[in-house]
T-cell receptor
Framework: DTGVSQDPRHKITKRGQNVTFRCDPISEHNRLYWYRQTLGQGPEFLTY????????KSRLLSDRFSAERPKGSFSTLEIQRTEQGDSAMYLC??????????????FGSGTRLTVV | AQKITQTQPGMFVQEKEAVTLDCTYDTSDPSYGLFWYKQPSSGEMIFLIY??????QNATEGRYSLNFQKARKSANLVISASQLGDSAMYFC?????????????FGKGTRLSVIA
């Protein structure tokens, strides 16, 4: 169990560019979540997958955002035509379905995006 | 409406003393789970403790305990014998429903500073 891995740890991009982040969950976890966290705030839910199916998307996830989990393992989050307001920490977490209570989600260390 | 409210933006505590971090929640679902996470400056969200809405006893995990007052809809985190390494952001979170199909919703957090 190597935990949840996110890549890259930091990304600086110019406004208008596209960026893609990757998340590798714990291998036996079938649920994967993306959250966004801005400075001084708690994490805000973006979307989640059960295996390869995207089950829910937040209204925060504009048309410029797309997430995939093609084989039910790793996931990617792409932001097109980045804006300065996209600057945030993007957190990925994984969990086992129907695991009642217990340990909640396991989070990765996040990808910090800065749009200049 | 805010589902999770953390009213203390920042707290200070002397090393070896106990500290209580406040959390109130709002839900009409009789089945829910309450979580506390720690986020050190490195950014990773670390699970601390869980309380289910039907649990009869307050949850405890080592130096962490959760003071669950269902009628008041509060789920305060108590850290006993504070250590310098406890300095971090602390987030309260809730998941509604029994099956775990809804994502965690987080509060805005409390920054705890432990003073030597």
């Amino acid at each position: 169990d190597t935990g949840v891995s996110q890549d890259p740890r930091h990304k600086i991009t110019k406004r208008g560019q596209n960026v893609t982040f990757r998340c590798d969950p714990i291998s036996e976890h079938n649920r994967l979540y993306w959250y966004r966290q801005t400075l001084g705030q708690g994490p805000e839910f973006l979307t989640y997958f059960q295996n390869e199916a995207q089950l829910e998307k937040s209204r925060l996830l504009s048309d410029r955002f797309s997430a995939e989990r093609p084989k039910g393992s790793f996931s990617t989050l792409e932001i097109q035509r980045t804006e300065q307001g996209d600057s945030a920490m993007y957190l990925c977490a994984s969990s086992l379905i129907l695991r009642q209570g217990g340990d909640g989600y396991t989070f990765g260390s996040g990808t910090r995006l800065t749009v200049v | 409406a805010q589902k999770i409210t953390q009213t203390q933006p920042g707290m200070f505590v002397q090393e070896k003393e106990a500290v209580t971090l406040d959390c109130t929640y709002d839900t009409s679902d009789p089945s829910y789970g309450l979580f506390w996470y720690k986020q050190p400056s490195s950014g990773e969200m670390i699970f601390l403790i869980y309380q289910g809405s039907y649990d009869q006893q307050n949850a405890t995990e080592g130096r962490y305990s959760l003071n669950f007052q269902k009628a008041r809809k509060s789920a305060n985190l108590v850290i006993s014998a504070s250590q310098l390494g406890d300095s971090a952001m602390y987030f309260c979170a809730m998941r509604e429903g029994r099956s775990g199909n809804t994502p965690l919703v987080f509060g805005k957090g409390t920054r705890l500073s432990v003073i030597a």
